[in-house]
Each structure stands twice: as C-alpha cells, then as structure tokens.
C-alpha cells in the first residue's frame, strides 16, 4: 500500500522558516518524481514544486521561486521542502503526491500539513 | 501557465441521477510525445485528493466504473452515471502536460 505522511507544518511569523518533510512507503521511492501541492483554506489547488527522481530536475512555481527549496533523500524515503522567507499567503495545507510519470502529476497524495503564517 | 476553467463550479444532483463536469485548458494540452496529461480528482470533506481519471479517460485502480472522462485537445468532460452519496465532494481537472501543473477551480457536487 503506498503511504505519503508529511510533517512539518505548523505557526510561522511572516518571514520565517519552516521545513516541510514527507516519508514515503509502499514503492520504490527512488524511481518516481514527486510534487508538493498547497491548498489555501477554503480554496483550490497550486503546485509549488517538483523534483526529479534522483533529485536532478528541480522546478517552482513562481510563486515561491527563490524562497522554496525541494530536495529528496532517497536513502530515507523522504522528500522536503525548505521554506524561507514566509508570506501570510503561504498559509495553506501542503500536500506531497507521487507523480506517474507518462500517466499523472498526483497518482498518490498525502493527506497533508498545515502551514499558518502569522504574526 | 495553462489556465483550467470548469464549469460548472456547484452541481446539485439528486442521488442516482447523472453529473456531467467540464473543464477547458487555456492551449492543447497534447504533450510532444502524443499524450494528453489530463486528469480529474475528487476531494472529499476534510480529505485529501484522490485520484479518479488520468489520461483523460482512464480509470484510476479502485475507481468505480460510475465514473468516466472524455474529450480531446482542449475540451474535456467529467461524467458520474448514477450519484452515490459517497460522491459528495469537490472535483478537479489537472493537467501534468507542461509544468506548473495547474488545476481547475474545483466543482462541488452536493445532493438536492
């Protein structure tokens, strides 16, 4: 069964930093891109980031272009995002999801970390 | 970034009846390798999304067959034979054919 957790999330002031992380399990890790995925309370879905699956091939959306980092560690089965230089409009639940490559962008989501950002 | 519009954004239906959702991309949305990256998802309440349909008419493993996609290049279209109750929810069109991967605004199916 594939298992997405993430961990994380939580009360940032506007500025700040948070690490987001997301433990996979259930396939093999290592062979598939992954994406994290926000979702605003009350409102639709952004893809923020996308990683490669060996870590290679990194893309933001522009909204956080220079402030997000994404990066893996296949070893651990985990894969993170480092977010500096928070925004009250970052305040969101962030999902990771499994990408099938040459089918889907989200074939497996986690059931996700809330971010509040606020002063 | 390709823009998704769906219409419509709320659908009340009345258990056992059909729902159709459609969804428009700003440009095509075939890939250069000759597949189209559209897929739909439902979140139900207070879950994460789940997905339904991928390649505009695949059902995803575990998806009843209730559920089918259509349409081509721009121009797609959800479609629930008989609403269950367990269908309440919000609905999603993505596309994975260029990033960011972009998604409609999301329809929320309710029962009358």
């Known amino acids: 069964e594939v298992k997405l957790v993430e961990s994380g999330g939580g009360l940032e002031q506007p500025g700040g930093s948070l690490r987001l992380s997301c433990t996979a399990s259930?396939?093999?890790?290592?062979?598939?891109?992954m994406i994290w995925v926000r979702q605003a309370p009350g409102k639709g879905l952004e893809c923020v980031s996308y990683?490669?699956?060996?870590?290679?091939?990194?893309l933001y959306a522009d909204s956080v272009k220079g402030r997000f980092t994404i990066s893996r560690d296949n070893a651990k089965n985990s894969l993170y995002l480092q977010m500096n230089s928070l925004r009250d409009d970052d305040t969101a639940i962030y999902y990771c999801?499994?990408?099938?490559?040459?089918?889907?962008?989200?074939?497996?989501w986690g059931q996700g970390t809330l971010v509040s950002v606020s002063s | 970034d390709i823009v998704m519009t769906q219409t419509p954004l709320s659908s009340p239906v009345t258990l056992g009846q059909p729902a159709s959702i459609s969804c428009r991309s700003s440009?095509?949305?075939?890939?250069?390798?000759?597949?189209?990256?559209l897929s739909w998802l439902q979140q139900r309440p207070g879950q994460p999304p789940r997905l339904l349909i991928y390649?505009?008419?695949n059902r995803f493993s575990g998806v009843p067959d209730r559920f089918s996609g259509s349409g081509a290049g721009t121009e797609f279209t959800l479609k629930i034979s008989r609403v269950e109750a367990e269908d309440v929810g919000v609905y999603y069109c993505?596309?994975?054919?260029?990033?960011?991967?972009?998604f409609g605004q999301g329809t929320k199916l309710e029962i009358k």
């Open positions: 440009q095509s949305l075939v890939h250069s390798d000759g597949n189209t990256f």
């Open positions: 990683i490669g699956s060996d870590g290679s091939a990194t």
């Open positions: 999801a499994k990408v099938l490559p040459g089918t889907t962008g989200g074939e497996y």
């Open positions: 993505t596309q994975a054919t260029q990033f960011p991967y972009t």
């Open positions: 390649k505009i008419s």
């Open positions: 259930g396939f093999t890790f290592s062979s598939y891109p």
